[in-house]
């Protein structure tokens, strides 16, 4: 699986955009980008994710640039509850087979502040 | 539909003894993952299983560790002799077809 690139850590003000970047330069045409994040010790959470076009469910949207060489999750409406780690993935999906796991880096912690 | 469910969520080992960890996946899911994360570290892939069937286990210690998914039954993560150095929280995730993967709320292993 490529790699990906995200800042340490990253504040944000409660009721604002969240914006968290994510570079992923080596890609390739069949690797989809995953977010998760992990909210202190809590299992992981899904929350989107795309391969070239950009998506918008309940809990965030996906923006993905055309060249798929990085792309930024957007929270629209931070809240408390948002402060968490959250990990940009690249993996190819839909494969039944050896490799089918979650690489997870480092993340970006966010902080939400009132 | 109850999300993934693991058991015990919490629990304590000496030395030398073994762990036995549950992970009920998500209803009409066949697909299965377990992650161990250390205290302060991210998580690391330990194994993918599906019914009865090991697809991936890249990640997990050659010694002492073991999984396995039976037709019936959660599936469990065995851990004999265990180490301090096998205290992490172990989190499983389950996924209908190999796409998004939905977490449990793990279970923390200290080993004393």
């Known amino acids: 699986d490529a790699k990906t690139t995200q800042p340490t850590s990253m504040d944000c003000a409660e009721g604002r955009a969240a914006n968290l970047p994510c570079n992923h330069s080596t890609i390739s045409g069949n690797e989809y980008v995953y977010w998760y994040r992990q909210i202190h010790s809590q299992g992981p959470q899904y929350i989107i994710h795309g391969l070239k076009n950009n998506e918008t469910n309940e809990m965030a949207s996906l923006i993905i640039t055309e060249d798929r060489k990085s792309s930024t999750l957007i929270l629209p409406h931070a809240t408390l509850r948002d402060t968490a780690v959250y990990y940009c993935i690249v993996r190819v999906a839909g494969v039944n087979n050896a490799g089918n796991m979650l690489t997870f880096g480092g993340g970006t912690r966010l902080m939400v502040k009132p | 539909n109850a999300g993934v469910m693991q058991n015990p969520r919490h629990l304590v080992r000496r030395r030398g003894q073994e762990a036995r960890l549950r992970c009920s996946p998500m209803k009409g899911h066949s697909h299965v993952y377990w992650y161990r994360q250390l205290p302060e570290e991210g998580l690391k892939f330990m194994v993918y299983l599906q019914k009865e069937n090991i697809i991936d286990e890249s990640g997990m210690p050659k010694e002492r560790f073991s999984a396995e998914f039976p037709k019936e039954g959660p599936s469990i993560l065995r851990i004999q002799q265990v180490v301090r150095g096998d205290s992490a929280a172990y989190f499983c995730?389950?996924?209908?077809?190999?796409?998004?993967?939905?977490f449990g709320p793990g279970t923390r292993l200290t080993v004393t």
């Open positions: 995730a389950s996924s209908p077809l190999p796409y998004e993967q939905y």
